[in-house]
């Protein structure tokens, strides 16, 4: 499952050309620059590439006025701002209002036609983009331009952005090793600064909650993860957990609506399926890495992709997450040993899946009609993986894998005989009763559902725990749940009354 980003049309596409050279001054350009750059406009750009020394030159022109046209000022006046295609009349103006916005899109343009051509030709060929990108083994320094443009103040232009993002991790993933192969003599240490730039750029993106920022980099991301290097640097930044985050603010594409108190303004099916993307590909470094398999246990991950499942957007997000969870679920330890910390592998993963009630939603989909063989065999698999992991499973595994995945969902788990039988293990190991501080945090999370069985759950423990009120008191749950007891939600306002209750009176069975 290989994944190719494409680059929309600028909104000046049509005043490209337009654009005159000879009086531009400020680019400084020689005359045979002119001159390629008019053969590129002239001519198909396999022409302008049918020799090393021509792509060479073509490409660091390009470059070149790429770097004039960026400068320190930040983004262009006019063109920076437009987020629709101009009329042919309307673009040709900004060439006069804003020539350095239209010639820095017309430079990104051409650089991602010049690297599209090239990455179509056969393996093997003289002109590649290693000998266009590169020499004596090392990145050219005419790159820096590109990373400039990703950091332009402002509001940014995300046409440049999005581009010159793209053509940069084009031109880096030629020189990783885990893509190259042995075919070219790229020396990694050029390349390994300037991708850890861009990987950064991208995670400083992802932590914002906007779909703008997100749209502006995935199909990047997604271009990127297909190389190795580039999914342990993602990770190590905290990449997986800025994913798993945008995966559970999908409420403007879920078909499930789930009441909540924050609305969030989601992702697209497209940039769910790019995320989801991500996170498969990262996937496959589980097996190799313990600090990869401890990110997905200790981000989310498993809640996002299981809740996404569930939501069933479109058949090929869920093919990627079904993909993704089936690699999680038969990943295995690397056998290297890490002292004192807990062992990470499938299973932990398989846990946490039926505490997100993938059991169920597995079983669900057994039945369904899939036009792709892939999710069937995914269903099937994952089917047979949890049902053994379930058998091994005691209740009290099930509860606090739940309780831990912040998955609440009313089942035998939540009754007042669970309680009875298992309230003393919520003093956990080291007798810092980790599960009702957990509780109470879910008291005051978004999804009023999960809220409500927290305040049955607290108000259970209260009652059958010896001290039960003085130790839940002393954490906050009673605070936590009073600021409940007027809530617009009669169910949450109802079951956070009851357990503040519990916590108020000394005999709560005498009055039931």
């Not at 793209?166 to 020396?187: E, K, M, Q, R, W």
């Not at 099916?269 to 470094?285: P, R």
Request: some cysteine; charged content about 20%; proline content about 3%.
């Amino acid at each position: 499952m290989l994944f190719t980003a494409t680059l929309s049309p600028s909104p000046v596409v049509t005043a490209f050309s337009g654009i005159q050279w000879d009086p531009l001054d400020k680019f400084k350009l020689t005359n045979a620059e002119k001159s390629i750059l008019r053969s590129g406009e002239d001519n198909p750009v396999d022409y302008t590439l049918s020799n090393v020394e021509d792509a060479c030159m073509y490409a660091r022109t390009l470059l070149r006025v790429l770097s004039e046209a960026s400068g320190p000022s930040g983004p262009s006046i006019k063109v920076s701002k437009l987020k629709q295609a101009l009329p042919v009349d309307d673009a040709l103006q900004m060439l006069y209002t804003d020539p350095t916005g239209v010639i820095t899109h017309y430079a990104i343009a051409r650089l991602f036609d010049i690297i599209s051509a090239l990455r179509e030709k056969k393996h093997g060929s003289v002109v590649s983009l290693t000998s266009t990108f590169y020499e004596n083994g090392k990145l050219l320094d005419e790159w820096r331009p590109l990373l400039r443009i990703l950091h332009l103040g402002g509001s940014g232009d995300p046409f440049a952005q999005r581009g010159a993002s793209l053509c940069l991790a084009y031109i880096l993933l030629v020189g990783c090793p885990s893509v190259a192969g042995g075919s070219n003599h790229v020396d990694y240490s050029s390349v390994e600064e300037p991708l850890q730039a861009l990987l950064s750029w991208i995670s400083s993106q992802l932590q914002s909650s906007l779909g703008s920022s997100v749209s502006l980099v995935t199909p990047t991301l997604t271009a990127l993860v297909n190389c190795r290097e580039a999914r342990y640097m993602f990770a190590s930044s905290g990449g997986i957990g800025y994913i798993a985050r945008h995966l559970r603010n999908k409420t403007s594409v879920s078909s499930v609506s789930k009441t909540s108190r924050k609305k969030n303004s989601g992702a697209t099916v497209q940039q769910l399926y790019e995320l989801c993307f991500t996170i498969w590909a990262t996937s496959y470094e589980c097996n190799s890495s313990y600090s990869i398999r401890s990110s997905f246990l200790r981000d989310g991950a498993v809640k996002s992709l299981c809740d996404l499942v569930k939501s069933a957007p479109r058949e090929k997000v869920i093919r990627v997450a079904l993909s993704a969870l089936r690699n999680l679920a038969e990943c295995k330890s690397d056998g290297l040993g890490h002292s004192g910390k807990k062992e990470i592998d499938g299973s932990t993963f398989l846990n946490d899946m039926i505490s997100c009630g993938l059991m169920k939603q597995i079983d669900l989909m057994k039945d369904r009609i899939w036009s792709d063989d892939d999710i069937k065999e995914d269903v099937a698999v994952l089917n047979k993986l949890l049902q053994i992991n379930y058998k091994e499973m005691s209740r009290w595994d099930l509860y606090v894998n739940e309780v831990m995945s912040g998955n609440l969902e009313w089942s035998l788990l939540h009754t007042e005989k669970f309680f009875q039988q298992n309230c003393k293990h919520f003093e956990g190991e080291n007798g810092d009763f980790m599960l009702l501080k957990r509780l109470i945090i879910l008291v005051d999370g978004d999804d009023d559902d999960v809220a409500s069985v927290a305040c049955f759950d607290i108000g259970e423990f209260v009652r059958h725990y010896p001290n039960g009120r003085m130790i839940a008191k002393q954490l906050g749950a009673k605070d936590a749940m009073m600021k409940l007891i007027g809530h617009e939600n009669s169910e949450l306002q109802r079951h956070a009354l009851h357990s503040v209750s519990k916590i108020m009176v000394q005999n709560w069975g005498s009055l039931v």
